[in-house]
């Protein structure tokens, strides 16, 4: 089998998966398409203008380039707080194939909370929407733990600007199937957050399982998710589940990615 390449086995009432030994899961979810031909296919809808999957793919690798080159690498948290938007897009997947790992976090907490996250996850870098500026600076400055790196992800000398002035082509980081891929905060409603890792497989078994074999979704359909892209189901919605199932969204905010069946993986 392939670097970074799945196979479906659906002989069985439940389907099985393997992985090839180097597995980095940005591959399959995003590369994959430019490799099947799909860069003109719409990606992300929003209300301003589609995004293709070429572009999608191009600024994922910027994303992953601008994070090494200040200096994240090796598992690196990258906190998010970050609305949804294309941005959201580019960080997410730019962090996991420069073998980084993002922490997209809710957007309707306060201040308290972000330090808390800040201070539990260590992070490196720290991307917050200038929305959620109010609580997110006094949060940065009475956190013990300082993110080496911070940034807005639009505006002025923004996550948006600084990506533009990358490279569009970047390597995937060798990574497994098991490895620590992103992390997901619990809501804290019996004491505080957890930071729950997920690994790179964990997206390819509920996109299999879920979207495919139980949900069915096809190349046909249109995805809208009322679930912000920061919740698990939303971002399954989201993002996860079209690119397997090759669907797209249509929305006020870009909720999904177009794609087309597991079964291509």
């Known amino acids: 089998?392939?670097?970074?390449?799945v196979a479906v086995d659906r002989s069985a009432s439940l389907s099985n998966i393997q992985y090839s030994p180097v597995f980095n899961v940005a591959v399959p979810?995003?590369?994959?398409?430019i490799l099947e031909?799909?860069?003109?296919?719409?990606?992300?809808?929003?209300a301003e203008r589609d995004i293709s999957?070429?572009?999608?793919?191009?600024?994922?690798?910027?994303?992953?380039?601008?994070?090494?080159?200040?200096?994240?690498?090796?598992?690196?948290?990258?906190?998010?707080?970050?609305?949804?938007?294309?941005e959201f897009f580019y960080l997410f997947w730019g962090a996991i194939k420069a073998g980084l790992t993002p922490v997209p976090v809710n957007t309707l907490l306060r201040s308290g909370d972000y330090q808390y996250m800040l201070e539990d996850s260590t992070c490196a870098v720290l991307v917050y929407s200038p929305e959620y500026a109010r609580e997110v600076e006094p949060a940065m400055a009475?956190?013990?733990?300082?993110?080496?790196?911070?940034?807005?992800?639009?505006?002025p000398d923004s996550l948006r600007d600084l990506i533009a002035q990358q490279s569009d082509q970047l390597e995937a980081i060798p990574a497994s199937a098991d490895d620590d891929c992103f992390w997901l905060?619990?809501?804290?409603?019996?004491?505080?957050?957890?930071?729950?890792?997920?690994?790179?497989?964990?997206?390819?078994?509920?996109?299999?399982?879920?979207?495919?074999?139980?949900?069915?979704?096809?190349?046909?359909?249109?995805?809208?998710?009322?679930a912000k892209l920061f919740f698990a189901y939303g971002l399954g919605n989201s993002m996860t589940f079209p690119p397997v199932g090759g669907s797209h969204h249509s929305a006020q905010r870009p909720t999904s990615i177009a794609g087309h069946d597991i079964r291509g993986l």
């Open 29 to 33: 979810f995003i590369d994959r398409h």
């Open 142 to 155: 009475n956190a013990t733990h300082k993110p080496g790196s911070v940034m807005t992800s639009t505006g």
């Open 185 to 226: 905060y619990s809501s804290g409603s019996t004491g505080r957050p957890k930071g729950a890792v997920h690994r790179h497989r964990d997206m390819v078994e509920t996109c299999v399982h879920y979207a495919v074999d139980t949900l069915g979704i096809t190349e046909n359909d249109i995805c809208f998710s009322a």
């Open 53 to 86: 999957y070429g572009e999608l793919a191009q600024n994922v690798n910027r994303c992953g380039n601008l994070l090494r080159s200040l200096g994240a690498s090796g598992g690196d948290r990258v906190l998010m707080v970050v609305k949804d938007c294309p």
């Open 37 to 46: 031909g799909r860069s003109s296919k719409t990606a992300i809808r929003t």
């Open 1 to 5: 089998m392939p670097d970074n390449a």
